[in-house]
């Protein structure tokens, strides 16, 4: 089972656009990295900018509308994701427990859909994109 974790670092939604984490947590978090590397579970990991660099896309009334970041309403806001393939939800949440967060910090542990949890109707839909299957 495919499962995504999701960081959502305290502080992230009004960080300035150069905001960079200092060494000593990126090291302490790539040895975390590892050790999902080395349980073969790691399948995709990366961190992600400030949303003071970035944009949203809403489509209301169906009209794309472009709003810079920072965004004003915001609470929380992903900082960086782990892909991970485990046998369990357990283990997925096993897993995130184990990250060296700082306190303020969440991690959200979701399972990926898989093909086979559709209907057939729906996996018929897909039938001859194989390019973007897994």
Known sequence: MRFMMLMIPGGY???APDVRPEAEAVATM????????????????????PPSSGARVSFKGGK?????????????????YWMIDVRSPEEAVEWARRCPAGE?????????????????DVQKVVDGFDELKD
């Open 104 to 120: 303020n910090d969440v991690i959200e542990v979701r399972r990926v859909f898989e093909m086979n949890d559709f209907p057939e």
């Open 30 to 49: 790539m040895k975390y990295n590892e050790e999902l590397k080395r349980a073969g579970v790691l399948l995709a990991l990366d961190g992600l900018h």
């Open 64 to 80: 794309p509308t472009v709003t810079d970041g920072p965004f004003a309403e915001v609470k929380e806001v992903l900082g960086g």
């Open 13 to 15: 939604a009004t960080a």
